[in-house]
């Protein structure tokens, strides 16, 4: 069976820190480019960061770039996401998922994960972010 679990979620006021996991069961979370992805009410899910399979690289969209850090134990075959100063905008139920793909290498100057919902498979089911006073 194949299964993602996010946790870490919870309140936290504006300024402060959360770390959000990303725990895979039944496969290896090293085959896979992993996105960790937020949704509001009434907006789309986007994309908030991602790591490569083809080489650990990172990506973050704009509004996170900074404060947010991914990184990937694939001795717990976890990601995290290390958030700092945070932001009420923050506030979302945040998601993880795996993208199949790989990416050549030899593709310099080109991102080797990426937003892009549809090219994600397998997804958790979420956990909730509020940052308010």
């Known amino acids: 069976q194949v299964q993602l679990v996010e946790s870490g979620g919870g309140l936290a006021q504006p300024g402060g820190s959360l770390t959000l996991s990303c725990a895979a069961s039944?496969?290896?979370?090293?085959?896979?480019?992993i996105g960790w992805f937020r949704q509001t009410p009434g907006k789309e899910r986007e994309g908030v960061s991602c790591?490569?399979?083809?080489?650990?690289?990172?990506y973050y969209a704009d509004s996170v770039k900074g404060r947010f850090t991914i990184s990937r134990d694939n001795a717990e075959n976890t990601v995290y996401l290390q958030m700092n100063s945070l932001k009420p905008e923050d506030t979302a139920v945040y998601y993880c998922?795996?993208?199949?793909?790989?990416?050549?290498?030899?593709?310099?100057?080109?991102?080797?994960?990426?937003?892009?919902?549809?090219?994600?498979?397998?997804w958790g089911q979420g956990t909730q972010v509020t940052v308010s006073s």
């Open positions: 998922a795996t993208d199949p793909t790989y990416r050549s290498p030899f593709r310099l100057g080109e991102n080797f994960c990426t937003f892009s919902r549809e090219d994600y498979d397998e």
């Open positions: 039944g496969f290896n979370l090293n085959y896979y480019n």
């Open positions: 790591i490569s399979n083809t080489d650990g690289s990172a």
